[in-house]
């Protein structure tokens, strides 16, 4: 670190422009930039006195892989506790394998957002560093699922996937509410591919990635000289999806006067671009997605109230990792068989040990943050099956911050059913009998045979609980 209190980051870069901008970006977030034009350069800069007050070293890579391999062992060996992370075009998940079994930190894909690599660099230099910013590595595992396909038995998830489930076979708009990592995207795949209009396609527009004053434009297009710099005519993304689904995420970044645009299209179907004369009329699906209480948003005067309401016509709430840990163990295979599958991987199981350890983490970043934590563990693991070594900065964390335990309820049995309500007293044998029958459809992907199989109880008696206990069979 300078003695000004900025963080010292060397860049590894031959071309000039990026450079520049690298640098611009990391002087946002305090950081101070040091280039090397190549490998040499690099590793006798060490040395210097700049050098010896490094935070972190960014390689930006497009060369062989084997090179960059060479270059971060080497950097590695020199300064072993300084992070290493990689900047590329190619978001290839075996580049980022090798990279980061020769010593990366983190893998980032270009084009480069602001946010990620300020995140990346953050994250790099953190206290529990190693949490990762592999999203878009992870990213790649593989397709869409299914309501059927996504794990989970805790009531209230299951509660959330069920209403979720009877809201993909109508038209209405849908807010998916949850903290940032929770699978709000899956749930919306999952909607769009259960709705009739699978067939389409399903348009994810980040609005957070999406600067205020572009937002209009990117969702409505504009004609040519509309304003400053709009040279040409450009098609909205709204107008590119017409037939299909939008999933507006971080939809409480909407400024005021497009959530009004927004409005108008849920009511009427039209959509007017900005320095257009005439209107448009789409036929869209609307999901939104938020990270926070968009209705606290409403009440702060920062978010329409008529819109709130028409978006969550159907509202579904996806509940944190840490309130449904009995989940982890479950999820955590699961998403070990899908990352099996991605180039340079391969099939690991997962002792009892790790699982535990993972268990007692209270996951900030959810499920997104397991799966990253998993993906890494598994790309640097020489064995048959991840055990707790595989997750030292986890291990870390929990050792570091005895307070980002997850909670652990002594009125919930490992697999997530509540047993008392919150006055100290039993529920209702009712309430429970719901929550074991969503759990085993849960455990058991929907396969209503194994389901009544294993609870001991024919099909027909199965459906017969289904109706008079109001479960929805894709709960």
Not at 62 to 89: C, N, Q, Y
Not at 159 to 186: M, W
Not at 255 to 268: G, N
Not at 271 to 295: K, Y
Request: glycine share 8%; proline share 5%; hydrophobic share 45%.
């Amino acid at each position: 670190m300078t003695r000004n209190g900025q963080r010292m980051l060397m860049l590894i870069d031959d071309e000039a422009a990026q450079r520049r901008l690298v640098a611009v970006l990391a002087q946002r977030g305090g950081w101070r930039t040091i280039f090397a034009g190549e490998s040499e350069t690099a590793i006798a800069m060490l040395g210097t006195q700049d050098g010896m007050m490094l935070d972190a070293i960014l390689i930006d890579h497009h060369g062989e892989a084997d090179d960059l391999t060479s270059l971060v062992s080497e950097l590695k060996s020199r300064r072993p506790a300084l992070p290493v992370l990689i900047l590329t075009a190619d978001g290839s998940v075996s580049l980022a394998v090798q990279a980061m079994r020769s010593g990366a930190t983190d893998f980032l894909v270009k084009p480069l957002a602001p946010e990620r690599l300020l995140a990346a660099l953050d994250a790099a230099v953190a206290p529990d560093a190693g949490a990762g910013e592999l999203r878009p590595l992870t990213e790649k595992i593989s397709a869409p699922l299914g309501f059927d396909e996504i794990v989970g038995s805790a009531p209230k998830f299951r509660a959330a996937l069920a209403i979720a489930a009877k809201a993909a076979r109508t038209r209405v708009p849908v807010l998916i509410e949850g903290e940032t990592g929770v699978g709000k995207e899956v749930v919306a795949q999952a909607i769009h591919a259960a709705s009739p209009r699978a067939r389409s396609r399903l348009a994810v527009i980040n609005l957070a990635a999406i600067p205020a004053n572009l937002i209009e434009s990117e969702l409505f297009g504009h004609e040519m000289g509309a304003f400053p710099g709009a040279f040409e005519r450009k098609i909205g993304r709204l107008a590119q999806a017409d037939g299909g689904t939008v999933l507006l995420d971080d939809v409480g970044l909407l400024p005021l006067d497009v959530q009004a645009k927004l409005m108008r299209l849920i009511e009427t179907g039209e959509a007017q671009g900005v320095g257009a004369r005439n209107v448009r009329e789409l036929d869209l699906r609307i999901i939104a997605a938020c990270d926070h209480d968009l209705l606290a948003s409403v009440n702060a005067g920062e978010f329409r109230e008529d819109l709130y309401y028409r978006l969550a016509t159907v509202q579904v709430a996806i509940p944190p990792l840490r309130e449904r840990a009995g989940d982890l163990p479950a999820l955590a295979r699961h998403l070990l068989a899908r990352i099996a599958q991605l180039p340079g991987l391969r099939e690991l199981g997962i002792t009892d040990d790790a699982l535990k350890l993972l268990m007692r983490y209270d996951w900030p970043g959810n499920v997104r943050q397991l799966q990253d934590a998993l993906f890494r563990a598994a790309a640097l693991s020489d064995g048959d099956a991840l055990t707790r070594l595989d997750f030292p900065q986890i291990a870390a964390s929990i050792s570091a911050a005895p307070g980002r335990i997850a909670p652990q309820s002594p009125f919930a049995g490992p697999a997530g059913v509540t047993l008392y309500a919150s006055d100290g007293h039993l529920r209702p044998l009712d309430d429970i009998e719901a929550d074991v029958i969503r759990l085993a459809i849960g455990h058991y992907r929907g396969r209503m045979s194994e389901v009544a199989r294993r609870l001991g109880i024919g099909r027909s008696t199965l459906y017969r609980k289904l109706g008079e206990l109001g479960i929805d069979n894709a709960a």
